[in-house]
Structures are given as structure tokens and as C-alpha cells.
């Protein structure tokens, strides 16, 4: 079966810290990535793109990794800070299909 | 510029009972989704609209009905409610259709949290 799957137990880190989240995926042949952040009780917010020919994608403090041999992205939150506690969700787009991933809950403490 | 908004954000129903949430987005996108979160599940594409007047099924269309009767708006129904539509329910859109070629970045509405007793 097709699947997406993110760490669902939450991740802690210690601010300062660099937090890397994952996302693993199954029997797709992705075109590309979206990250999103989900604060509670809000809807989720794009944050990074990456097509299946990009190995990595930066923006600020943010970078994003995809390995299709793999069929894994890696998200990365360098010298985090509490601030940057949500849930961070990916999603796989195939064939006009978006699929969504659970997320993963990032809590950084002071 | 308000992007996505979506009325009401909490409502409570008894089982049998009908209602419809409303999306409006001011950022003359073409493409409208209707999405419901679960705990511990991706989000789940109910309905959507790739322009005014078209809409299709998504992955959980059963038991909801949408239209899309001006660009702006895109409505999704609950003709007769079940606890199992206890959900979060998310309005979406997008410039782009989702696909290969282009980026389909989505924007979000607040969320609509229903629940049905």
C-alpha cells in the first residue's frame, strides 16, 4: 500500500539546536516535496518546495533534503528557537494527487 | 487582504442534522479544496474545484456535497450529520493546480472544528 509517514511521537530540542524531522514514503514516485508548518488551532502554512531533481533546498534557516533512492526528505530547523514549536507537516505530490503526512510535533525548549 | 476565510469556526450538531461551511478566498485562485484533519492522520481531500461552477471528489467525498458558484467562494455541505464527520474541516486554495509542473503552494483557511453528538 501507498504510504507517508512521519515520526508521530514529538520531537524535543534544545534551543540552539539544529531539529531534523523526517519524512518516509512508499510506493510513490513523487514529482516534489511541500513542507508546512501548523500552529494549534491554526491552518497549515507552505514553507519549502522541492522537485525530485533537487538533492537540497535553503531558505533562512530552513533547509530541506530529498533522496527519491531513499524515499525520504529530511527538514531541517537550524539554531532553532522556541518559536519555531508546531507541527510540521509534508506532503508528496503524484500524478495531481497531494498526500499528506500526520506530522510531527517540534517543541524546542529554552 | 484576508486570504482564506472560513465561517463558522466551531459548531456543534446532533446527528441527522444539516449544515454548510463557507470558504471564501480573495486571492483569485482558480483552484478550492475542502480537506478534513483527523488526530494521527494526514489531511484527507474531501471535494474540490478547479474553477466556478466545476467540482470533483476527492479521497472522502461520501456524505458531503460542495458547489463552487462564484470563483470566491466554494461551500461544502453536511446533509445529514454523523459523528463519524466529527473532524477539522479546511478550506484551501491554490494559483496552480497540484501537479508535476507547477508548484500548487497551498493557502489555508483557519479551520472549521465540527462536532456531531
Partial sequence: SQKIEQNSEALNIQEGKTATLTCNYTNYSPAYLQWYRQDPGRGPVFLLLIRENEKEKRKERLKVTFDTTLKQSLFHITASQPADSATYLCALVTNYQLIWGAGTKLIIKP | ?117
Fill in chain 2, 1 to 117: 487582504n484576508a486570504g482564506v476565510t472560513q465561517t463558522p469556526k466551531f459548531r456543534v450538531l446532533k446527528t441527522g442534522q444539516s449544515m454548510t461551511l463557507l470558504c471564501a478566498q480573495d486571492m483569485n485562485h482558480e483552484y478550492m479544496y475542502w480537506y478534513r484533519q483527523d488526530p494521527g492522520m494526514g489531511l484527507r481531500l474531501i471535494h474540490y474545484s478547479v474553477g466556478e461552477g466545476t467540482t470533483a471528489k476527492g479521497e472522502v467525498p461520501d456524505g458531503y456535497n460542495v458547489s463552487r458558484l462564484k470563483k470566491q467562494n466554494f461551500l461544502l455541505g453536511l446533509e445529514s450529520a454523523a459523528p463519524s464527520q466529527t473532524s477539522v474541516y479546511f478550506c484551501a486554495s491554490s494559483y496552480y493546480r497540484t501537479s508535476g509542473a507547477n508548484t500548487g503552494e497551498l493557502f489555508f483557511g483557519e479551520g472549521s472544528r465540527l462536532t456531531v453528538l
